[in-house]
């Protein structure tokens, strides 16, 4: 419930920003995108409260990319990309991370603003979420980022995962 309250007022925001614009302005892709778990869950939450953002000024698309198969299948998100850890790790990684940038870069074409949502310290979200951080550097897509850190009980690991992770983003 706060990140929809976040998202919401990040967009208020940036359209009040630009309210003397507003006859000048075109329509404002504005995209979602949840990664791993975490980002599911706030997606689905987002989806089953009907966040539809359709105005005159802007539209919103909720994209999910997920290296759990078993997740992947039955979420209710319509647009989706499955980040192959297995592939990764075979290939050595760089190959596969290029294949995939292009495949986010595809996603995110004719975007104006993203909203990156994921629970940091996780193998997908960490590996993932800076990628597309970088993809909407390189497209000068206007990026905010909405991660959880890990819990004080939970393993050094995901700690340290989360710090690189965040750094990355």
Request: glycine content about 6%.
């Amino acid at each position: 419930k706060t990140i929809f309250t976040v998202i919401r007022l990040i967009i208020d925001k940036f359209y009040k920003l630009f309210d003397f614009l507003e006859d000048n302005i075109t329509q404002t892709n504005i995209k979602v995108v949840g990664v791993g778990n975490g980002g599911l869950k706030v997606l689905e939450y987002l989806s089953n409260n009907n966040f539809v953002l359709n105005c005159p000024h802007y539209a919103c698309e909720l994209i999910y990319i997920d290296s759990d198969e078993s997740n992947y299948k039955t979420s209710n998100i319509n647009s989706k990309l499955f980040f192959s850890k297995a592939t990764f790790r075979l290939e050595g990684g760089f190959e596969y991370l290029s294949f995939f940038e292009t495949r986010v870069k595809s996603l995110l074409k004719d975007t104006d603003m993203v909203f990156i949502v994921c629970g940091a310290g996780g193998e997908t979200s960490s590996i993932v979420a800076p990628i597309v951080a970088k993809v909407c550097k390189e497209m000068n897509i206007l990026a905010t980022s909405i991660c959880s850190k890990p819990f004080a009980f939970e393993d050094e690991r995901r700690k340290l995962l989360s710090i690189v992770s965040l750094r990355e983003i």
